[in-house]
């Protein structure tokens, strides 16, 4: 009954205590006397216990600036880059060039290991490039890729072993992590890395959506 007591007060003067911040300025002794126990260490004057709380938070909210900073870098990067492919895109003369300027800046420019494109439709000149794959978009072979190509949202992560093996062949066991943008109409891009954390599920994949756009909207242009 006792222990019921004492922390139901506790309860009540921390309370109240909130709600009266100001209180230990018109009590400095109290506040001087007060002790805090730490996890690890002597315990340890309210005082210097709040200078302590004070500092950790400076060093977590300076951790998450430079976060941010470094976040908003890396987004400034990929938008000019993201930029400068679709330019690079628009100044095609023909499809083929069109998807040899994708893949080459795909791996350039973005760090891709291992780009691979699927099209529907033959491209011309462009019959036999080791980057390239045309399916028919009726061939069973894409099976596992109909829900993607269905919603157009990119996938990102380590794909399935049938997936896998459609896009990299014999260099799918090079291939840890992928970033997969379907193309509704058009086709697949794929960049596969071999750094199982390059692409992850969740990822933003803002960037991504813009070059497929870019592509095919660049694409459009010789169709006939």
Request: proline share 5%; net charge negative.
């Amino acid at each position: 009954m006792s222990d019921t007591v004492e922390k139901l007060g506790a309860h009540e003067v921390a309370a109240w205590l909130r709600r009266h911040p100001g209180f230990l300025k018109q009590f400095p002794d109290l506040a001087l006397s007060l002790v805090v126990p730490r996890d690890e260490g002597p315990a340890a004057s309210l005082a210097s216990y709040q200078l302590e709380v004070l500092r950790d938070k400076n060093r977590e909210l300076s951790r998450r600036l430079q976060d941010l900073f470094a976040n908003a870098q890396e987004n400034e990067r990929l938008a000019v880059r993201t930029h400068q492919l679709t330019l690079a895109l628009m100044r095609q003369g023909t499809a083929g060039d069109t998807l040899r300027a994708m893949a080459a800046s795909l791996a350039e420019d973005f760090n891709g290991d291992l780009v691979r494109l699927v099209v529907f439709e033959p491209i011309a000149g462009l019959e036999e490039a080791d980057w390239l794959q045309v399916i028919d978009a009726g061939d069973a072979r894409l099976a596992p890729f109909r829900d993607c190509l269905a919603d157009g949202e990119p996938i990102c992560g380590r794909l399935q072993p049938e997936k896998h093996a459609l896009l990299y062949g014999l260099r799918a066991e090079d291939v840890e992590s992928t970033a997969l943008l379907p193309l509704p109409g058009v086709g697949l891009i794929a960049v596969g890395s071999r750094d199982a954390n390059r692409f992850f599920p969740g990822m933003g994949t803002l960037f991504l959506r813009m070059m497929g756009e870019s592509l095919a909207t660049a694409l459009r242009r010789f169709q006939g």
